[in-house]
T-cell receptor, first 117, second 115 residues
Framework: GAVVSQHPSWVICKSGTSVKIECRSL??????MFWYRQFPKQSLMLMAT?????????EQGVEKDKFLINHASLTLSTLTVTSAHPEDSSFYIC?????????????FGDGTRLSIL | AQSVTQLGSHVSVSEGALVLLRCNYS??????LFWYVQYPNQGLQLLLK??????LVKGINGFEAEFKKSETSFHLTKPSAHMSDAAEYFC?????????????FGQGTILTVHP
């Protein structure tokens, strides 16, 4: 079945640094990728939608200069959390959708636990 | 706007007992509905989906759900709980007629299975 790989799975860094998270579709071409944020004991909140080769569409309230998304190829999207602060600590999950995926809307990565000290 | 409500943030059952996780949606047209499972520190795995075909949908791991338009519900059931079913479950919706819209998730229900 379709597989989405997310890396790293866990990252701890100091406040003020930038962190890049990668999301790769391993066996299909992902025309659209989604980035979600999940706080402890809460649901997934969509941050942005990115289509290959075009700018990401951000949800209301999400700072696009804070969360930089690049979807330069059909198999890779990256989320960069710039100048991260403790309030950015969260679980970030990507998902991908490609052509020929039928009615399954998205395939999810295993998430990245981001902890900012 | 599409929304989905899961009744009960925590459900606890005994091993072998019936599992019932509730989900209600609000939509002016029949949406596509999904149930996902999430294990700790992992992403989401699709359990089953309703896309306007059969109203009773069977999924993986013995789960099934029934779409009831009159009740705007899509409850998830499993006849006999197993310890490995302990996880968090999310109901999700996409506006009707397409699988290419945005997924909107419910608040999630944590299922605990005790011996």
């Amino acid at each position: 079945g379709a597989v989405v790989s997310q890396h790293p799975s866990w990252v701890i860094c100091k406040s003020g640094t930038s962190v890049k998270i990668e999301c790769r579709s391993l066996d299909f071409q992902a025309t659209t990728m989604f980035w979600y944020r999940q706080f402890p004991k809460q649901s997934l909140m969509l941050m942005a939608t990115s289509n290959e080769g075009s700018k990401a569409t951000y949800e209301q309230g999400v700072e696009k200069d804070k969360f930089l998304i690049n979807h330069a190829s059909l198999t890779l999207s990256t989320l960069t959390v710039t100048s991260a602060h403790p309030e950015d600590s969260s679980f970030y999950i990507c998902s991908a959708r490609g052509l020929g995926q039928g009615s399954q809307p998205q395939h999810f990565g295993d998430g990245t636990r981001l902890s900012i000290l | 706007a599409q929304s989905v409500t899961q009744l009960g943030s925590h459900v606890s059952v005994s091993e072998g007992a019936l599992v019932l996780l509730r989900c209600n949606y609000s939509s002016s047209v029949p949406p596509y509905l999904f149930w996902y499972v999430q294990y700790p520190n992992q992403g989401l795995q699709l359990l089953l989906k309703y896309t306007s075909a059969a109203t009773l949908v069977k999924g993986i791991n013995g789960f099934e759900a029934e779409f009831k338009k009159s009740e705007t519900s899509f409850h998830l059931t499993k006849p006999s709980a197993h310890m490995s079913d302990a996880a968090e479950y999310f109901c999700a919706v996409i506006p009707g007629g397409t699988s290419y819209g945005k997924l909107t998730f419910g608040q999630g229900t944590i299922l605990t299975v005790h011996p």
